[in-house]
């Protein structure tokens, strides 16, 4: 509620991968103390999504905790050539405070299927992510296909629009673009979802997610193929598309979506549940 009505941005200091940051309860609280990488949103943020990791059970320590909190130290140090407005850099932590209260507990039954989609809601997020890049770059495409670019020569027709060579790679980058849905169906069952439905969901997550980075990568690079010289031009900035989708697609690399596909496909064994399935 305080969150809708302030309303609150959060940011994220929750990067699974990084284990740097450190929690030590002492007496009532705990104190964080390390850094965390690739801390999206955090530059403005109001609050922080934190994972760290503490000597209390196998799983991580997460908490919530106001972002200007004495110790927490945005560094603003996100330099990377695509996803430049995410502000994903680095947050050192010296000694701060968490309250118990701040700390989040795991919801519902621990270890049931349904608790286990939560990374799969990440999954099919990022998917939707890098679909709207690639239909974004379609668009661009078009519009200038149909505005500025010229028909090649030999092509034998006036203008872009009509030019074979153009309307082919169209042709082929809309197929690709509709190529690349049973979460809601999963999400439905809520706690009566079973292990063999949970691993269909994230299967067909995890295809779509493959789908997606291939169709995406492939798109915003030949786009140029559809606009010409002309289009590379630094003023029209087309090439954040790619910049966009290549960085933020290295974060989960798709190859270990395949070997699990693979393995699922061959063997009929479905992946293990974990912050990146």
């Known amino acids: 509620m305080e969150t809708a009505n302030k309303p609150l941005f959060w940011g994220n200091a929750f990067?699974?991968?990084?284990?740097?940051?450190?929690?030590?309860?002492?007496?009532?609280?705990?104190?964080?103390s390390g850094t965390k990488r690739f801390?999206?949103?955090?530059?403005?943020?109001?609050?922080?999504l934190v994972s760290a990791k503490h000597e209390e059970g196998n799983?991580?320590?997460?908490?919530?905790?106001?972002?200007?909190?004495?110790?927490?130290?945005?560094?603003?140090d996100w330099d990377n050539m695509g996803q430049r407005q995410t502000d994903s850099g680095g947050i050192e932590f010296s000694r701060v405070p968490v309250e118990l209260g701040e700390v989040l507990d795991t919801p519902g039954p621990v270890g049931t299927e349904f608790?286990?989609?939560?990374?799969?809601?990440?999954?099919?997020?990022?998917?939707?992510?890098?679909?709207?890049?690639?239909?974004?770059?379609?668009?661009?495409?078009?519009?200038?296909?149909?505005?500025?670019?010229?028909?090649?020569?030999?092509?034998?027709?006036?203008?872009?629009?009509?030019?074979?060579?153009?309307?082919?790679?169209?042709?082929?980058?809309?197929?690709?673009?509709?190529a690349a849905r049973d979460f809601q169906s999963a999400w439905e069952k809520e706690w009566g979802l079973t292990e063999r439905e949970?691993?269909?969901?994230?299967?067909s997550i995890a295809?779509?997610?493959?789908?997606?980075?291939?169709?995406?990568?492939?798109i915003t690079s030949r786009m140029f193929e559809v606009m010409g010289s002309r289009a590379t031009s630094s003023e029209y900035r087309y090439d954040r598309f790619w910049r966009?989708?290549?960085?933020?697609?290295?974060?989960?690399?798709?190859e270990y979506?395949?070997?699990?596909?693979?393995?699922w496909a061959l063997n009929g064994q479905f992946p293990q549940s974990s912050s990146f399935f």
């Open 59 to 76: 799983g991580p320590l997460i908490a919530v905790i106001p972002t200007r909190r004495e110790g927490v130290n945005v560094l603003n």
């Open 244 to 254: 966009n989708l290549r960085t933020h697609t290295l974060h989960d690399p798709v």
């Open 198 to 203: 949970r691993g269909e969901c994230m299967m």
């Open 115 to 178: 608790s286990k989609l939560r990374s799969s809601i990440s999954q099919i997020i990022l998917t939707h992510v890098y679909l709207g890049i690639a239909e974004g770059a379609f668009e661009q495409a078009k519009l200038y296909t149909a505005s500025s670019a010229r028909a090649w020569p030999a092509s034998g027709v006036s203008s872009a629009a009509q030019d074979p060579y153009f309307l082919r790679h169209y042709g082929d980058m809309w197929v690709r673009l509709e």
């Open 207 to 218: 295809t779509a997610k493959v789908m997606t980075t291939q169709v995406g990568l492939d």
């Open 257 to 263: 979506k395949l070997k699990e596909l693979g393995n």
């Open 15 to 32: 990067n699974p991968l990084d284990q740097r940051l450190v929690a030590v309860r002492e007496g009532d609280r705990y104190y964080l």
């Open 39 to 48: 801390c999206s949103g955090a530059t403005d943020s109001d609050l922080l």
